[in-house]
């Protein structure tokens, strides 16, 4: 059974920093491609960052995080993370980790398995 959990979401002022985690089990980790999306109230469910498996760990961002937000992973852990900086207001969401065992990217569709997610408020 494939699971994905996230963890370290919180509250934090605008301008501060968080590192999400998300640890993967029940699958081949190293060869699935890793993706963050997040879900604010009221609205769709948005790409955040991905990594692939191959291409040496190829990232891509959503321009609304790109210079912010640093995706990486641990293949020997299983886990991903989503470290974010300079954290804004609208930051604020559900964060979602999710699996692919094709090439990822923003497409939401294209994910088999998602985490719970882990609330991250950001406080003006």
């Known amino acids: 059974q494939v699971q994905l959990v996230e963890s370290g979401g919180g509250l934090v002022q605008t301008g501060g920093s968080l590192r999400l985690s998300c640890a993967a089990s029940?699958?081949?980790?190293?060869?699935?491609?890793m993706g963050w999306f997040r879900q604010a109230p009221g609205k769709e469910r948005q790409f955040v960052a991905a990594?692939?498996?191959?291409?040496?760990?190829?990232?891509n961002y959503a321009d609304s995080v790109k210079g912010r937000f640093t995706i990486s992973r641990d293949n020997a852990k299983n886990t991903v993370y989503l470290q974010m900086n300079s954290l804004k207001p609208e930051d604020t969401a559900v964060y979602y980790c999710?699996?692919?065992?094709?090439?990822?990217?923003?497409?939401?569709?294209?994910?088999?398995?998602w985490g719970q997610g882990t609330q991250v408020t950001v406080s003006s």
């Open positions: 999710a699996a692919d065992a094709g090439s990822g990217g923003s497409n939401l569709r294209a994910y088999e398995y």
């Open positions: 990594i692939v498996t191959w291409n040496s760990g190829r990232t």
């Open positions: 029940g699958l081949t980790f190293s060869r699935y491609s």
